[in-house]
């Protein structure tokens, strides 16, 4: 088992340096021009090459990118252009907020999907079964940011019962947290549905009913332990595209999160953070997949990693 966890982590590597390249290239080949920003738009031409050399702007792609590369590899982001401070601290400050609102519509989404798609499998083809595979095409077709603004309206606006925007007490992280957990609790759920119709046409679960055991019992210590093997890879996909899809309702919510940091840092062209940023993202979204990997061999025993 370890030695297949070094050796996902290990291939990681790859494509956290490609995800790099390409992030760092499209700044790099960006329209604008990230010293007058920093400068404003009367300086003179001294203090603008001035800038160029203190920021490293003046060499050639190559050098700009491996002295990035070489900072990482060194357990260091680099130093924002605008605000001169270390990137590592300024994704310090924010990634618990961003974590926070995505574990807590994890926990939403699989709270949800997991009971609604077992019971539309057990109710299949009947109303129960077609009500909530209804609403779960309603969660796909409706976008998370817009599902935000909706919950926004109605409960802060309309009743006032959360805050409108802002972060600070739990009260904050219920609007953002549900418009993430329940839109991907949609998809969830019809994966939960089908993989529990699949497990419950097999031939060991027709032998515990003909043995006479609850349905409870078949369905919960049987049916549903065996299904849980593709709902697995979800929760690993779902999670890292949670966690990374709260950009929108950061900046909706006015959360300040990696997203919204991201966002504001594109904007200003502070490249630095932006890569930075990513690069941590990119690694949550990896750091996911490989624990549901992980959790194969605890669901099913019969899996084994060399």
Same mark, same amino acid.
């Given at each position: 088992? @370890?030695?297949? +966890?070094?050796?996902?982590?290990?291939?990681?590597?790859? +494509?956290?340096?490609?995800?790099?390249?390409?992030?760092?290239?499209?700044?790099?080949?960006?329209? #604008?021009?990230?010293?007058?920003?920093?400068?404003?738009?009367?300086?003179?031409?001294? +203090?603008?090459?001035?800038?160029?050399?203190?920021? %490293?702007?003046?060499?050639?792609?190559?050098?700009?990118?491996?002295?990035?590369?070489?900072?990482?590899?060194?357990? /260091?982001? #680099?130093?924002?252009?605008?605000?001169?401070?270390?990137?590592?601290?300024?994704?310090?400050?924010? $990634?618990?907020?961003?974590?926070?609102?995505?574990? $807590?519509?994890?926990?939403?989404?699989?709270?949800?999907?997991?009971?609604?798609?077992?019971?539309?499998?057990?109710?299949?083809?009947?109303?129960? /079964?077609? $009500?909530?595979?209804?609403?779960? $095409?309603?969660?796909?077709?409706?976008?998370?940011?817009?599902?935000?603004?909706?919950?926004?309206?109605?409960?802060?606006?309309?009743?006032?019962?959360?805050?409108?925007?802002?972060? #600070?007490?739990?009260?904050?992280?219920?609007?953002?947290?549900?418009?993430?957990?329940?839109?991907?609790?949609?998809?969830?759920?019809?994966?939960?549905?089908?993989?529990?119709?699949?497990?419950?046409?097999? /031939?060991?679960?027709?032998?515990?009913?003909?043995? #006479?055991? *609850?349905?409870?019992?078949?369905?919960?210590?049987?049916?549903?332990?065996?299904?849980?093997?593709?709902?697995?890879?979800?929760?690993?996909?779902?999670?890292?595209?949670?966690?990374?899809?709260?950009?929108?309702?950061?900046?909706?919510?006015?959360?300040?999160?990696?997203? &919204? @940091?991201?966002?504001?840092?594109?904007?200003?062209?502070?490249?630095?953070?932006?890569? %930075?940023?990513? *690069?941590? @993202?990119?690694?949550?979204?990896?750091?996911?997949?490989?624990?549901?990997?992980?959790?194969?061999?605890?669901?099913?025993? &019969?899996?084994?990693?060399?």
């Amino acid at each position: 088992m @370890l030695k297949y +966890v070094v050796k996902r982590i290990v291939l990681m590597i790859p +494509v956290l340096i490609f995800m790099t390249v390409v992030v760092f290239s499209i700044f790099y080949f960006a329209p #604008g021009d990230t010293v007058s920003r920093i400068a404003g738009p009367n300086v003179t031409v001294e +203090v603008y090459e001035s800038i160029k050399r203190k920021y %490293g702007l003046d060499q050639p792609y190559i050098v700009q990118y491996w002295r990035f590369m070489k900072s990482v590899i060194e357990g /260091d982001l #680099g130093v924002s252009i605008l605000q001169e401070r270390p990137v590592i601290e300024m994704i310090k400050e924010r $990634l618990p907020v961003t974590l926070e609102i995505g574990l $807590l519509g994890f926990l939403i989404t699989f709270a949800i999907a997991i009971p609604a798609g077992v019971i539309a499998a057990v109710k299949k083809n009947t109303f129960i /079964d077609y $009500l909530c595979m209804s609403s779960t $095409l309603l969660g796909i077709a409706i976008p998370t940011f817009w599902f935000g603004m909706l919950l926004m309206y109605f409960f802060a606006y309309k009743l006032r019962w959360f805050p409108i925007s802002g972060y #600070g007490t739990i009260k904050h992280l219920i609007l953002p947290s549900f418009a993430i957990g329940l839109t991907n609790a949609a998809i969830t759920a019809r994966m939960v549905r089908s993989s529990m119709l699949e497990v419950l046409k097999q /031939d060991y679960v027709r032998t515990a009913r003909s043995k #006479g055991l *609850l349905e409870k019992v078949i369905i919960y210590r049987h049916a549903l332990k065996n299904a849980m093997i593709p709902i697995i890879t979800l929760m690993g996909l779902r999670l890292g595209w949670i966690i990374g899809g709260s950009v929108a309702l950061e900046i909706i919510f006015s959360i300040p999160g990696i997203g &919204r @940091l991201m966002v504001d840092s594109i904007l200003a062209r502070d490249y630095p953070v932006v890569q %930075g940023a990513m *690069l941590v @993202l990119t690694s949550s979204i990896i750091l996911a997949n490989i624990l549901a990997d992980v959790l194969y061999a605890v669901v099913d025993p &019969r899996i084994r990693y060399g």
